[in-house]
């Protein structure tokens, strides 16, 4: 059974860090592309971020861009999001996602439970 | 362009069958996939590539599309069907992915 777990998040000061993490479960975790979405309160899902399985390959959201670093660690079957110089707008319920391919087709199959991060002075 | 766009409120009568659109360029070239958000609850993928649906997904769920529109359809919608519904797909660049703003299904 896929699982995965998000920890990390709570309330923290504009300007300030925090690190996201998501443990993985029931299946090979190197073999697919991991994903970070969030949800802002009463909003819609925004992708923030995508890394490869190898974790050789990541991209992001231009509004998390500079800021935010996606990470992973196979020995652990752990995700992670850095994220920096946090501001108000980031503040959201975070859910790491497996992403599948197919050749004209990329979905998230699996999501975790979220975490909620919370930015306010 | 990179956005995608859909209706934010569609309403369907109890056993009647209701259409959810999602517009945009990329959807020319990609798939989208399509997701049921219950409030407090983590999305769950109900429709991803031309029309292929996850295991424990009923099949009144199907997906279509033609041109730059994904459709979502729910055939006899049930009351359990009422929900946020989102689609996705990647951008026109290929590396980066999109959703559409949503649409909140009313079932009546």
């Known amino acids: 059974e896929v699982q995965l777990l998000e920890s990390g998040g709570g309330l923290v000061q504009p300007g300030g860090s925090l690190r996201l993490s998501c443990a993985a479960s029931g299946f090979p975790f190197s073999s697919y592309a991991m994903s970070w979405v969030r949800q802002a309160p009463g909003k819609g899902l925004e992708w923030v971020s995508v890394i490869s399985g190898g974790g050789g390959s990541t991209y992001y959201a231009d509004s998390v861009k500079g800021r935010f670093t996606i990470s992973r660690d196979i020995s652990k079957n752990t995700l992670y999001l850095q994220m920096n110089s946090l501001r108000a707008e980031d503040t959201a319920v975070y859910y790491c996602?497996?992403?599948?391919?197919?050749?004209?087709?990329?979905?998230?199959?699996?999501w975790g439970q979220g975490t909620l991060v919370t930015v306010s002075s | 362009s990179s956005e995608l766009t859909q209706d934010p409120a569609v309403s369907v009568a109890l056993g009647q069958t209701v259409r959810i659109t999602c517009q945009g360029d990329?959807?020319?070239?990609?798939?989208a996939s399509w997701y049921q958000q219950k409030p407090g609850q983590a999305p769950v993928l109900v429709i991803y590539?031309?029309?292929n649906r996850p295991s424990g997904i009923p099949d009144r769920f199907s997906g279509s599309s033609s041109g730059n529109t994904a459709s979502l359809t729910i055939t006899g919608a049930q009351a359990e069907d009422e929900a946020d519904y989102y689609c996705n797909s990647r951008d026109s660049s290929g590396n980066h992915l999109v959703f559409g703003g949503g649409t909140k299904l009313t079932v009546l």
């Open positions: 990329s959807l020319r070239t990609y798939y």
């Open positions: 996602a497996k992403l599948s391919t197919m050749t004209t087709s990329w979905y998230f199959d699996y």
């Open positions: 590539g031309k029309n």
